[in-house]
């Protein structure tokens, strides 16, 4: 074997386990913006709130080292679609694309409980101002209001408060605990909305402005029609997050007490995997 072939798999094998070694950097020593609690205390809910308060809070100037989230608020997401009811009420078919989400800079978490059956969670917080913008394409009806366009659109939530409940899968990795988040689901409420969409009917000004109007005056039935669009968007934004902030923090900075995969699925079951 030539000395060009040799250096050639040296340099492959190189690159290679440093890949793998930037995708597994994780933390080793606890950081000071977790606050540790043991699920088996008395006060571990109020701990863990205080805990993921000042998670979230952190995550306004960035996490050292965790180079993944490029920004938590704004959030950016590239595209969602989502097609909506399927009644004499409701039935849209929506696409957000280049969406921004400003707000969660601003997170009060009110509860954190994690069920130490399955370690879920169920987080409570809320977000005083939650803005959305982006492009949409919108094709359906809401109530009797046809409406097919594409142009901006503008979401300005006051007030809401948010309950996401997490589902994780426990795996061991450097010798510590972690939590791979499987799923997130959210459900929410709001004092009000605002809303503006642009170009709802291909540049009839006037139409446009009186179902913006209407949206505006009615916006407890528009936070109806587009309940799916917003909790879908919280679930995609949250769900992005929490897998990067896991797969870096160790589980057992937040949960000193918590068990191995081992001793909580049992020695014959496999633990979760990364995801």
Not at 257 to 266: A, K, N
């Amino acid at each position: 074997m030539s000395l060009r072939i040799i250096s050639s798999i040296a340099i492959v094998l190189f690159c290679y386990c440093v890949r793998v070694q930037c995708q597994e950097k994780f933390l080793t020593d606890p950081p000071d913006y977790i606050k540790s609690c043991k699920i088996a205390a008395k006060d571990f809910v109020n701990c863990s709130t205080e805990s993921i308060q000042k998670l979230f809070d952190k995550l306004n100037d960035g996490i050292p080292g965790l180079d993944s989230i490029k920004s938590f608020d704004p959030f950016l997401l590239n595209r969602i679609k989502i097609t909506q009811g399927n009644s004499n009420a409701i039935n849209l078919k929506v696409e957000l694309a280049n969406v921004q989400i400003i707000g969660f800079g601003h997170t009060h978490v009110l509860e954190s409980i994690v069920y130490p059956k399955d370690y879920s969670w169920k987080t409570t917080f809320v977000l005083p101002v939650m803005k959305l913008k982006g492009d949409y394409s919108l094709f359906g009806r809401i109530l009797l209001i046809p409406l097919n366009g594409r142009g901006e659109v503008f979401l300005d939530a006051e007030n809401m408060t948010v309950v996401m409940r997490t589902k994780t899968k426990l795996y061991s990795k450097g010798g510590f605990t972690f939590y791979n988040v499987t799923n997130t689901d959210v459900d929410f409420k709001l004092e009000g909305l605002k809303s503006y969409f642009s170009n709802l009917f291909n540049g009839q000004k006037q139409l446009e402005d009186s179902t913006n109007k209407f949206f505006n005056d009615n916006w407890r039935m528009l936070t109806d029609a587009l309940y799916t669009v917003i909790t879908q968007t919280i679930e995609d934004i949250l769900l992005d997050v929490l897998r990067k902030i896991f797969h870096f923090i160790p589980a057992n900075f937040f949960v000193e007490d918590i068990p191995t995969p081992e001793q909580l699925y049992g020695s014959k079951q496999k633990s979760g995997k990364k995801i």
